[in-house]
């Protein structure tokens, strides 16, 4: 009995200081990101609704928007712009005492961060894993539902990205117990003939083999397509890593086509010619 006790009485002692701790950021103050995005802290399934998750007076929803230069609402992103986005975390049920979020955003292809965070609103710190992610966060318990940053979109031919985030309600009692949390996330697609992360014009797709590819590989296009065309190879990030000028002759890319030189991992092929555009992802092997 003695023993049972003096854990229980450590585990809270315990759970109070990762609270009172977390009050600052997860990221800042434990190294941590609890977005539930893939590569997040997992241990335990653990997001801020782990610990934040036993209010029944308190209830809170979470939703963000962003928005570009001219205050309008957008859906997708165009490279190199910066936006504003705005998480909002509602009460749904009580009044919380305060309220706070931790954000992430990922190129999807390949989960690669864009670590792009800018200008934080009064209530926000922009906060660096030791794994190499950059979050927007508060910095302590913050009176106002609303945390405003901005987001540089990344470079071109970077395809979806989504932003995963949290958002609490907390009656401001010094433990987790009572408090409310909800997470979610936001896909928006690259805005023009990469929107869609495998573009085409005119309906004409790119067909790579073999695909995942470890060596050689072809590009094929419709059989009635002949010119000339500009490929791109973008990394996960969103940068060109080759470029060159090749010939198509009835669908078939003439020039040789290797993976020497390309790290393991998705990547973004891209042909431009003058009248059409296509892409599609390889997979690079070992």
Same mark, same amino acid.
């Given at each position: 009995?003695?023993?049972?006790?003096?854990?229980?009485?450590?585990?809270?002692?315990?759970?109070?200081?990762?609270?009172?701790?977390?009050?600052?950021?997860?990221?800042?103050?434990?190294?941590?990101?609890?977005?539930?995005?893939?590569?997040?802290?997992?241990?335990?399934?653990?997001?801020?609704?782990?610990?934040?998750?036993?209010?029944?007076?308190?209830?809170?929803?979470?939703?963000?928007?962003?928005?570009?230069?001219?205050?309008? &609402?957008?859906?997708?992103?165009?490279?190199?712009?910066?936006?504003?986005?705005?998480?909002?975390?509602?009460?749904?049920?009580?009044?919380?005492?305060?309220?706070?979020?931790?954000?992430?955003?990922?190129?999807?292809?390949?989960?690669?961060?864009?670590?792009?965070?800018?200008?934080?609103?009064?209530?926000?710190? &922009?906060?660096?894993?030791?794994?190499?992610?950059?979050?927007?966060?508060?910095?302590?318990?913050?009176?106002?539902?609303?945390?405003?940053?901005?987001?540089?979109?990344?470079?071109?031919?970077?395809?979806?990205?989504?932003?995963?985030?949290?958002?609490?309600?907390?009656?401001?009692?010094?433990?987790?117990?009572?408090?409310?949390?909800?997470?979610?996330?936001?896909?928006?697609?690259?805005?023009?003939?990469?929107?869609?992360?495998?573009?085409?014009?005119?309906?004409?797709?790119?067909?790579?083999?073999?695909?995942?590819?470890?060596?050689?590989?072809?590009?094929?296009?419709?059989?009635?397509?002949?010119?000339?065309?500009?490929?791109?190879?973008?990394?996960?990030?969103?940068?060109?890593?080759?470029?060159?000028?090749?010939?198509?002759?009835?669908?078939?890319?003439?020039?040789?086509?290797?993976?020497?030189?390309?790290?393991?991992?998705?990547?973004?092929?891209?042909?431009?010619?003058?009248?059409?555009?296509?892409?599609?992802?390889?997979?690079?092997?070992?």
């Amino acid at each position: 009995m003695k023993f049972r006790l003096l854990y229980t009485t450590f585990a809270l002692l315990l759970g109070g200081f990762l609270l009172l701790n977390s009050s600052g950021g997860r990221a800042a103050t434990q190294n941590e990101g609890n977005t539930g995005a893939p590569g997040d802290n997992n241990e335990n399934n653990r997001t801020c609704q782990s610990c934040h998750n036993t209010g029944i007076s308190i209830q809170v929803t979470v939703g963000l928007e962003l928005f570009d230069e001219a205050g309008s &609402i957008v859906t997708n992103y165009v490279p190199g712009d910066i936006y504003t986005a705005q998480v909002t975390v509602t009460p749904v049920a009580g009044n919380p005492n305060g309220y706070g979020f931790q954000m992430l955003s990922l190129i999807d292809a390949g989960q690669i961060p864009t670590n792009s965070w800018l200008n934080p609103g009064a209530n926000v710190q &922009i906060a660096s894993t030791t794994a190499g992610r950059e979050y927007a966060e508060h910095w302590q318990p913050s009176v106002s539902n609303e945390f405003e940053v901005q987001w540089e979109a990344p470079a071109s031919g970077s395809g979806a990205v989504t932003f995963y985030f949290c958002g609490n309600g907390v009656n401001g009692n010094g433990e987790s117990s009572g408090d409310n949390a909800a997470c979610t996330s936001l896909k928006i697609q690259e805005a023009g003939p990469l929107a869609n992360s495998e573009p085409a014009t005119n309906s004409r797709a790119l067909k790579i083999s073999p695909n995942p590819a470890s060596g050689q590989f072809r590009l094929e296009l419709d059989p009635t397509i002949s010119g000339d065309f500009q490929l791109q190879i973008f990394d996960p990030a969103g940068r060109s890593v080759q470029a060159r000028k090749v010939e198509v002759l009835n669908g078939q890319v003439q020039q040789p086509l290797h993976t020497g030189g390309l790290l393991p991992g998705y990547y973004l092929i891209h042909l431009r010619g003058e009248a059409m555009s296509a892409g599609s992802r390889l997979v690079v092997l070992e």
